[in-house]
Nanobody, 126 residues
Framework: QVQLVESGGGLVQAGGSLRLSCAASGRAASSYTMGWFRQAPGKEREFVAAISRSGSESSYADSVKGRFTISRDNAKNTVYLQMNSLKAEDTAVYYC???????????????????WGQGTQVTVSS
């Protein structure tokens, strides 16, 4: 079992930055592929970014490429999402998730991630 706790959300003006953190605890937390997803009001949850176990590979949604950066510190069992040049359309609840299966490549589908945090609200004012 893995517990995930997100932090770092808040209210920011368009063009600003935020850094989200996801602290993982539990068995072998550092050995999982980690992802960030978001859900805006009235919309389905969508993939944002993911990072491999070692941190050597990452994947991003087209909508955040060049603006968001995912990273991890396995010594601290923490995954980060640095969000720059924020836009009003980035407003959502952001969720951290873990894929416990060792796969040949990073998966972006929600169904691959079995452990989820409670989410943190990000609001970007225009």
């Amino acid at each position: 079992q893995v517990q995930l706790v997100e932090s770092g959300g808040g209210l920011v003006q368009a063009g600003g930055s935020l850094r989200l953190s996801c602290a993982a605890s539990g068995r072998a937390a550092s050995s999982y592929t980690m992802g960030w997803f978001r859900q805006a009001p009235g919309k389905e949850r969508e993939f944002v970014a993911a990072i491999s176990r070692s941190g050597s590979e990452s994947s991003y949604a087209d909508s955040v490429k060049g603006r968001f950066t995912i990273s991890r510190d396995n010594a601290k069992n923490t995954v980060y999402l640095q969000m720059n040049s924020l836009k009003a359309e980035d407003t959502a609840v952001y969720y951290c998730a873990a894929d416990r299966i060792l796969r040949s490549k990073i998966q972006i589908g929600i169904s691959f991630y079995v452990y989820w945090g409670q989410g943190t609200q990000v609001t970007v004012s225009s």
